[in-house]
Protein backbone atom coordinates (compact mmCIF):
# COMPACT_ATOMS: atom_id res chain seq x y z
CA UNK A 1 0.00 0.00 0.00
CA UNK A 2 1.29 3.72 -0.95
CA UNK A 3 0.32 5.62 2.35
CA UNK A 4 1.30 9.40 2.27
CA UNK A 5 1.40 11.74 6.01
CA UNK A 6 0.61 15.44 5.69
CA UNK A 7 2.46 17.48 8.43
CA UNK A 8 2.14 21.17 8.72
CA UNK A 9 6.41 21.23 9.19
CA UNK A 10 9.05 19.35 10.67
CA UNK A 11 8.60 21.38 14.39
CA UNK A 12 9.23 19.49 17.80
CA UNK A 13 5.24 19.13 18.45
CA UNK A 14 3.55 16.36 19.38
CA UNK A 15 1.43 15.90 16.23
CA UNK A 16 4.44 15.97 13.99
CA UNK A 17 6.19 13.39 16.14
CA UNK A 18 3.04 11.13 15.53
CA UNK A 19 3.18 11.47 12.18
CA UNK A 20 7.11 10.75 12.16
CA UNK A 21 6.14 7.18 14.55
CA UNK A 22 3.26 6.42 11.81
CA UNK A 23 5.52 7.04 8.78
CA UNK A 24 8.80 4.59 10.15
CA UNK A 25 6.03 1.55 11.19
CA UNK A 26 4.77 1.76 8.15
CA UNK A 27 7.54 1.48 6.15
CA UNK A 28 8.70 -0.83 8.64
CA UNK A 29 5.18 -3.42 7.70
CA UNK A 30 6.47 -2.52 3.84
CA UNK A 31 4.29 0.00 2.69
CA UNK A 32 5.53 2.49 0.67
CA UNK A 33 5.53 5.58 2.69
CA UNK A 34 5.67 9.64 1.21
CA UNK A 35 6.10 12.34 4.32
CA UNK A 36 4.86 15.52 3.00
CA UNK A 37 5.66 18.84 4.48
CA UNK A 38 4.11 22.03 3.41
CA UNK A 39 6.58 24.38 6.10
CA UNK A 40 10.70 23.17 5.48
CA UNK A 41 11.01 24.90 9.28
CA UNK A 42 11.83 22.79 12.83
CA UNK A 43 13.90 20.50 14.01
CA UNK A 44 12.55 17.11 13.36
CA UNK A 45 13.68 16.91 9.32
CA UNK A 46 16.31 14.36 10.44
CA UNK A 47 14.05 12.43 12.01
CA UNK A 48 12.21 11.42 9.20
CA UNK A 49 13.33 7.71 9.04
CA UNK A 50 15.05 6.33 6.02
CA UNK A 51 13.10 3.96 3.42
CA UNK A 52 10.51 6.97 3.80
CA UNK A 53 10.39 9.10 0.84
CA UNK A 54 10.57 12.82 1.53
CA UNK A 55 8.81 15.75 -0.08
CA UNK A 56 8.64 19.16 0.96
CA UNK A 57 6.96 22.27 -0.68
CA UNK A 58 8.37 25.09 1.29
CA UNK A 59 5.25 27.18 1.23
CA UNK A 60 5.07 29.61 4.45
CA UNK A 61 1.76 28.44 5.12
CA UNK A 62 -0.65 25.31 4.92
CA UNK A 63 -2.84 27.32 2.83
CA UNK A 64 -0.67 27.82 0.13
CA UNK A 65 0.28 23.96 -0.36
CA UNK A 66 -3.28 23.15 -1.64
CA UNK A 67 -2.17 23.71 -5.13
CA UNK A 68 1.15 21.68 -4.83
CA UNK A 69 -0.88 19.06 -2.71
CA UNK A 70 -2.99 18.53 -5.87
CA UNK A 71 -0.26 17.99 -7.91
CA UNK A 72 1.39 15.82 -5.89
CA UNK A 73 -1.43 13.43 -5.24
CA UNK A 74 -2.59 13.13 -9.35
CA UNK A 75 1.70 12.47 -9.52
CA UNK A 76 1.49 9.82 -7.22
CA UNK A 77 -1.86 8.73 -6.56
CA UNK A 78 -1.30 7.22 -2.35
CA UNK A 79 -3.84 4.60 -1.45
CA UNK A 80 -4.50 6.70 1.31
CA UNK A 81 -3.53 9.38 3.11
CA UNK A 82 -3.50 10.83 6.91
CA UNK A 83 -3.28 14.63 7.77
CA UNK A 84 -2.36 15.97 11.30
CA UNK A 85 -4.29 18.50 12.39
CA UNK A 86 -7.42 20.22 11.04
CA UNK A 87 -5.94 22.99 8.92
CA UNK A 88 -4.11 20.45 7.46
CA UNK A 89 -6.95 18.46 6.81
CA UNK A 90 -9.40 20.78 5.46
CA UNK A 91 -5.98 21.99 2.92
CA UNK A 92 -6.12 18.02 2.64
CA UNK A 93 -10.06 17.68 1.90
CA UNK A 94 -9.51 20.99 -0.80
CA UNK A 95 -6.43 19.20 -2.68
CA UNK A 96 -8.45 15.75 -3.03
CA UNK A 97 -11.13 17.72 -4.82
CA UNK A 98 -8.95 20.19 -7.53
CA UNK A 99 -7.16 16.53 -7.81
CA UNK A 100 -10.10 14.16 -8.08
CA UNK A 101 -7.99 12.27 -6.01
CA UNK A 102 -9.75 8.55 -5.48
CA UNK A 103 -8.15 7.60 -2.40
CA UNK A 104 -9.08 7.50 1.46
CA UNK A 105 -8.46 10.55 3.17
CA UNK A 106 -7.83 10.43 6.71
CA UNK A 107 -7.84 13.43 9.35
CA UNK A 108 -6.13 13.44 12.58
CA UNK A 109 -7.87 15.78 15.24
CA UNK A 110 -5.09 16.55 17.65
CA UNK A 111 -6.09 19.59 19.54
CA UNK A 112 -9.31 20.16 21.37
CA UNK A 113 -11.36 22.99 19.08
CA UNK A 114 -13.01 24.93 22.31
CA UNK A 115 -9.11 25.31 24.23
CA UNK A 116 -8.19 26.62 21.06
CA UNK A 117 -11.44 28.84 20.52
CA UNK A 118 -10.72 30.64 24.27
CA UNK A 119 -7.40 31.10 23.27
CA UNK A 120 -8.44 33.45 20.15
CA UNK A 121 -7.40 30.50 17.78
CA UNK A 122 -8.17 31.33 14.24
CA UNK A 123 -8.08 34.96 14.82
CA UNK A 124 -6.85 36.38 11.51
CA UNK A 125 -8.62 33.31 9.78
CA UNK A 126 -12.05 33.89 10.18
CA UNK A 127 -12.82 30.70 7.45
CA UNK A 128 -11.24 28.22 9.63
CA UNK A 129 -14.71 27.33 11.41
CA UNK A 130 -16.54 27.62 7.44
CA UNK A 131 -13.53 25.13 6.59
CA UNK A 132 -13.83 22.86 9.21
CA UNK A 133 -17.99 22.22 8.86
CA UNK A 134 -17.98 22.40 5.75
CA UNK A 135 -14.79 20.26 4.41
CA UNK A 136 -13.91 17.72 7.19
CA UNK A 137 -17.08 15.90 6.81
CA UNK A 138 -15.73 15.11 3.35
CA UNK A 139 -13.15 13.08 4.60
CA UNK A 140 -13.10 9.27 4.86
CA UNK A 141 -12.50 9.42 8.59
CA UNK A 142 -11.30 11.90 10.87
CA UNK A 143 -9.71 10.79 14.12
CA UNK A 144 -9.86 12.67 17.63
CA UNK A 145 -7.00 11.79 19.58
CA UNK A 146 -8.84 10.88 22.75
CA UNK A 147 -12.54 10.37 23.50
CA UNK A 148 -13.25 14.49 24.41
CA UNK A 149 -11.79 15.50 21.55
CA UNK A 150 -14.10 13.24 19.21
CA UNK A 151 -16.87 14.03 21.12
CA UNK A 152 -15.99 18.16 20.86
CA UNK A 153 -16.07 17.36 17.06
CA UNK A 154 -19.18 15.49 16.60
CA UNK A 155 -21.27 18.19 19.20
CA UNK A 156 -19.47 21.22 17.42
CA UNK A 157 -19.50 20.16 14.10
CA UNK A 158 -21.83 17.41 13.24
CA UNK A 159 -19.79 15.21 12.08
CA UNK A 160 -20.56 11.18 11.53
CA UNK A 161 -16.88 10.43 10.40
CA UNK A 162 -15.21 10.95 13.81
CA UNK A 163 -14.12 8.07 15.90
CA UNK A 164 -11.36 7.37 18.19
CA UNK A 165 -7.92 6.36 18.09
CA UNK A 166 -5.35 7.22 20.43
CA UNK A 167 -2.06 8.33 19.44
CA UNK A 168 1.00 5.86 19.29
CA UNK A 169 3.75 5.11 21.80
CA UNK A 170 7.42 5.56 20.39
CA UNK A 171 9.76 2.93 22.46
CA UNK A 172 12.80 3.25 20.80
CA UNK A 173 14.35 2.41 24.42
CA UNK A 174 15.22 -1.05 26.41
CA UNK A 175 12.13 -1.74 28.33
CA UNK A 176 14.76 -3.36 30.52
CA UNK A 177 16.83 -0.32 30.93
CA UNK A 178 17.14 0.92 34.90
CA UNK A 179 15.55 4.32 35.85
CA UNK A 180 18.19 5.72 37.98
CA UNK A 181 16.13 8.21 40.39
CA UNK A 182 15.22 8.13 44.05
CA UNK A 183 11.63 7.76 43.46
CA UNK A 184 12.09 4.21 42.25
CA UNK A 185 14.02 2.70 44.89
CA UNK A 186 11.22 4.32 47.75
CA UNK A 187 9.28 1.19 47.08
CA UNK A 188 6.15 3.76 46.69
CA UNK A 189 4.14 3.79 43.29
CA UNK A 190 5.45 6.29 40.80
CA UNK A 191 2.79 8.31 38.74
CA UNK A 192 5.08 9.77 34.92
CA UNK A 193 3.30 12.41 32.92
CA UNK A 194 5.43 13.34 29.78
CA UNK A 195 3.89 16.29 27.88
CA UNK A 196 4.72 20.18 26.49
CA UNK A 197 4.79 22.41 29.67
CA UNK A 198 1.53 24.68 28.72
CA UNK A 199 -1.88 24.72 30.24
CA UNK A 200 -3.17 23.15 27.19
CA UNK A 201 -1.57 19.72 28.67
CA UNK A 202 -3.38 20.18 31.90
CA UNK A 203 -0.69 19.60 34.20
CA UNK A 204 -2.48 21.71 36.92
CA UNK A 205 -5.19 19.24 36.77
CA UNK A 206 -2.90 16.18 37.05
CA UNK A 207 -1.01 17.91 40.43
CA UNK A 208 -4.54 18.72 41.70
CA UNK A 209 -5.46 15.17 41.24
CA UNK A 210 -1.88 13.70 42.76
CA UNK A 211 -2.38 15.72 46.05
CA UNK A 212 -5.78 13.91 46.63
CA UNK A 213 -4.39 10.50 45.72
CA UNK A 214 -1.37 11.70 48.62
CA UNK A 215 -4.15 11.86 51.01
CA UNK A 216 -5.21 8.02 50.61
CA UNK A 217 -1.40 6.63 49.83
CA UNK A 218 1.93 7.88 49.78
CA UNK A 219 2.96 8.01 45.68
CA UNK A 220 5.16 9.94 43.54
CA UNK A 221 4.97 12.03 40.76
CA UNK A 222 7.59 12.58 37.90
CA UNK A 223 6.93 15.43 35.34
CA UNK A 224 8.66 15.10 31.79
CA UNK A 225 8.26 18.38 29.69
Not at 95 to 120: E, N, P, Q
Not at 134 to 144: C, I, R, T
Not at 175 to 183: L, R
Request: glycine share 12%; aromatic share 8%.
Amino acid sequence: MKIALLSASFRGGGAERVQITLAAEFARLGHSVHFVAFEDDGPLRGEVPGGVELTVFGVSRVARGILPLARFLRKTDPDAVIAAMTHVGTAAVTARILSRWKGKLVVRADGSRRYHGRKGYGRGRPGLDFAQRVLLPLADAVVGVSKAIAAEFREDLGLKNCRVIHNPVATRFSDSAPAEHPFFDSGRPVVIAVGRLNRQKGFLFLIGAFAELLRKRDSRLIILG
